[in-house]
């Protein structure tokens, strides 16, 4: 009786033990979200690809935490991070409105955002106020946009930076904002000789954002991956090395 009584303890001790463990459990996993957009995140055959996939799995691997990736729609994969537990979405525009919404393990990136006239077209810029009689386009989610906006500015959305490329070719925008290297890149994708961004105006910093609760057990670790990957150059020959496999030559 005295032993069947112990193996309930037991039991019961190892079953309160899984009970317990479970939430713990759960973290050694980091749900990714990111969105298409391409060189930097791609649709490839089976999973995603893209520099910045490359560079992250990099920096997991690294860190030693594991994580699995899936892609949504940009603006779907901004609320995703924001509202479920132990999710982060890369890579987004860090803003003053965006700041407290999650936190943050950055730079994974640092863009240069560029305008864009039609091809064959010359259109002087100087000065951002300069975009104000223009139809500007981007992509819903992107934090430039929202940054445009709040000069004034008329900011067209389309669902993916792409599809704004179609959009300047066939005059539907005047301009198309996009951060140079995704420009240059789908633009001789698509065969498409775009010429130099009439106005270089901003430089942004892309970043991954966290749900606001993300433990710091987990951040932390991997900022210093991230910052380590800087400080030794690694981010730069990463990046020099995938655009060489495939057959370009670009840096972050």
Request: proline share 7%; charged share 20%; aromatic share 10%.
């Amino acid at each position: 009786m005295k032993k069947l009584s112990r193996l309930g303890v037991s039991f019961w001790a190892l079953l309160t033990s899984v009970l317990v463990t479970r939430p713990a459990l759960a973290l050694e996993t980091v749900h990714l979200v990111s969105f298409d957009e391409a060189p930097l995140v791609t649709f490839g055959p089976g999973q995603p690809g893209g520099v910045l996939v490359h560079a992250v799995k990099t920096m997991f691997e690294k860190a030693g935490i594991h994580y699995d990736l899936k892609l949504l729609p940009p603006k779907r994969a901004l609320l995703t991070a924001a509202t479920e537990p132990n999710t982060c979405v890369f890579p987004i525009e860090r803003s003053q409105e965006r700041e407290a919404r999650y936190r943050w393990i950055s730079p994974i990136s640092i863009s240069r955002i560029g305008a864009y006239a039609p091809p064959g077209q010359q259109r002087q810029l100087v000065t951002l106020e300069d975009m104000r009689p223009f139809r500007l386009g981007t992509y819903l989610g992107s934090g430039i946009g929202e940054y445009l906006e709040t000069f004034g500015m008329k900011v067209e959305y389309a669902a993916r930076n792409e599809l704004n490329l179609g959009k300047l070719v066939h005059g539907r925008i005047d301009f198309w904002v996009s951060d140079t290297v995704s420009a240059d890149w789908l633009a001789k994708r698509e065969g498409v000789r775009l010429g130099a961004p009439a106005l270089v105006f901003f430089t942004s910093v892309r970043a991954m954002g966290c749900h606001p609760e993300f433990p710091e057990s987990v951040r932390q670790p991997l900022q210093r991956t991230l910052t380590q990957m800087y400080t030794t150059g690694e981010m730069q020959r990463l990046y020099q090395a995938w655009f060489e496999s495939q057959g370009k030559e670009q840096t972050p």
